[in-house]
DNA sequence: AACGATTCCAACCGCCGCGGA
DNA sequence: TTCCGCGGCGGTTGGAATCGT
């Protein structure tokens, strides 16, 4: 039994896409916009099953591609997510603009892995990879009361002290939202001086009545980062605020 | 030049969550 | 409340391109 098919596989074609199946797709979706994938293969021609062509779409012929090779800021930040998010590659993406989750997934299993793992970190874990016979080392991305200065406190801190040790080492990064502490939030916006939102807004309740970060429409204050979309957990502008989560 | 090994990436597969009936 | 269809996601694969011998 199980799910039927989401396409008649027997007449659809598979495989690399021809130009000419490439210029259909997007004479159609610049013709009528991206909408029912299920139904576009036959409404635009094509001998292909709607999931082919909403890849083909998504991953290869959209007009904001960026394509060529990652740049070292692309680089920190893709690892920098990762170690906060894991292999939430569409969550990556979102913070990458013109990048795709698929594009970054490959560009993390052939370069970034092997990059750490060089380095002798654990791209799974991010932790340094233990040596038996070495003190144990951790790298981890939580906040760091000792670590006060704003730019300090993005970076990973490595901790080798046997105390810090038995602190983090077993330190879970998977990451539970939750709302930011009101006071705290407050504080942050006002010493900060960057364009935090409130929970309502990072949730895309920009018109809600609870809005407090002013970014909401309710309260129109200029936000000159934040004009194109908005900044969910924070991400957009690499800066997470470790407040907003909470690290089992 | 030929061949095998390795790398890279586009595309496929199957599962999951959401929303509508 | 349950079922079903759909879109989206992450893991995996196949084959082209590149490299090394």
């Given at each position: 039994m199980g799910r039927s098919p989401c396409c008649e596989k027997a007449h659809t074609n598979k495989g690399a896409w021809t130009k000419e199946e490439d210029d259909r797709l997007i004479a159609y979706i610049k013709a009528h916009g991206e909408g029912c994938w299920r139904s576009l293969p036959r409404a635009a021609g094509l001998l292909r099953c709607g999931k082919s062509c909403r890849l083909r779409w998504i991953n290869y012929l959209r007009p904001d591609l960026k394509r060529g090779n990652f740049t070292e800021d692309e680089d920190e930040v893709i690892i920098k997510l990762h170690s906060l998010l894991g292999n939430r590659w569409s969550l990556i993406a979102g913070r990458l603009p013109g990048r795709t989750d698929n594009e970054i997934k490959n560009y993390w299993n052939t370069h970034i892995k092997r990059k750490l793992l060089s380095q002798?970190?654990?791209?799974?874990?991010?932790?340094?990879?233990?040596?038996?016979s070495s003190p144990a080392t951790t790298i981890s991305f939580a906040s760091n009361s000792a670590v006060e200065d704003q730019e300090d406190r993005k970076k990973p801190v490595i901790n080798s002290s046997p105390t810090e040790k038995q602190h983090l080492l077993d330190l879970n990064l998977d990451l539970k939202i939750s709302p930011p502490y009101p006071v705290a939030a407050g504080a942050a916006m006002k010493n900060e001086g960057r364009n935090s939102v409130c929970f309502s807004c990072s949730l895309g309740f920009e018109n809600s009545k609870d809005c407090r970060c002013g970014n909401g429409k309710n309260n129109i204050i200029a936000s000159s980062d934040n004009s194109k979309g908005f900044d969910f957990l924070g991400?957009?502008?690499?800066?997470?605020?470790?407040?907003?989560l909470e690290i089992k």
């Open positions: 002798g970190i654990d791209p799974t874990t991010h932790r340094a990879i233990v040596d038996p991400l957009k502008s690499c800066v997470l605020d470790c407040r907003t």
